[in-house]
């Protein structure tokens, strides 16, 4: 209520039961949106990915007809192919898409032979998968994409725009250069909107998506 913003939530359960539970609760608080984190860590050698696949796709079915705010899925690159979950997903009514999820990873200390668990910023160059599958999928599902990992300036922002990416989300680079960095990275990116003559985003999103990038 404080914010004049709308307001999605993030949410990460593991069985279908807390995750329809949490999703009917957050949507109670006034949350604009839902972003379901959508990932696997599997440890049983039996476990096949059309079974994880499987359970996403109808956890996703549910959540989505389960409340009325827009639900998005906030997804791992870790699929044989992404590009059939998304489709697949898709055709359950979620509104956009968020690619790709960056997770902690575990490390080791050799000396004290214990566990490790570093905060790892990313870096310009981790924003090349969500390049590569934004392009893919730009004009060929029907939810928004939203683009994210990697993303640190305006040019990395004009990037994945110029793959087909709705939007970007930043985050590593809020913690290195702090929250009036947003403010620079808008007023670049309308200075080469200006430069190159677009006046609007939808002048140049998708320009070089897989579909006019041939």
């Known amino acids: 209520q404080s914010l004049r913003v709308p307001v999605i939530a993030s949410l990460n359960a593991v069985s279908r039961e807390t995750w329809l539970e949490y999703a009917r609760q957050l949507e109670s608080?006034?949350?604009?949106?839902?972003?379901?984190?959508?990932?696997?860590?599997?440890?049983?050698?039996?476990?096949?990915?059309a079974d994880i696949e499987g359970e996403q796709v109808?956890?996703?079915?549910?959540v989505v007809a389960a409340v009325?705010?827009?639900v998005a899925v906030k997804l791992s690159y870790f699929y044989t192919n992404p590009l059939n979950v998304v489709k697949r997903m898709d055709q359950t009514g979620v509104k956009g898409f968020v690619l790709f999820n960056r997770f902690f990873q575990p490390d080791f200390?050799?000396?004290?032979?214990?566990?490790?668990?570093?905060?790892?910023?990313?870096?310009s160059v981790?924003?090349?998968i969500p390049l590569r599958y934004a392009g893919l999928l730009a004009g060929a599902v029907?939810?928004?994409i939203c683009a994210n990992t990697g993303i640190l300036t305006a040019q990395d922002a004009l990037k994945l725009l110029l793959a087909g990416a709705n939007a970007v989300q930043i985050v590593s680079t809020l913690f290195k250069n702090r929250i009036p960095f947003v403010a620079s990275m808008l007023a670049e990116i309308e200075e080469w909107m200006g430069r190159k003559?677009?006046?609007?985003?939808?002048?140049?999103?998708?320009?070089?998506?897989?579909?006019?990038?041939?």
């Open 29 to 49: 608080t006034g949350a604009d949106g839902l972003e379901l984190n959508f990932y696997a860590t599997p440890s049983d050698l039996d476990r096949t990915a």
């Open 58 to 62: 109808a956890i996703l079915k549910e």
């Open 68 to 70: 009325k705010v827009p």
């Open 109 to 123: 200390d050799v000396e004290k032979e214990s566990n490790l668990f570093p905060h790892n910023t990313s870096n």
């Open 126 to 128: 981790d924003n090349r």
């Open 142 to 144: 029907k939810a928004d």
């Open 197 to 214: 003559g677009y006046k609007r985003l939808e002048d140049f999103r998708g320009k070089m998506s897989a579909r006019n990038n041939r």
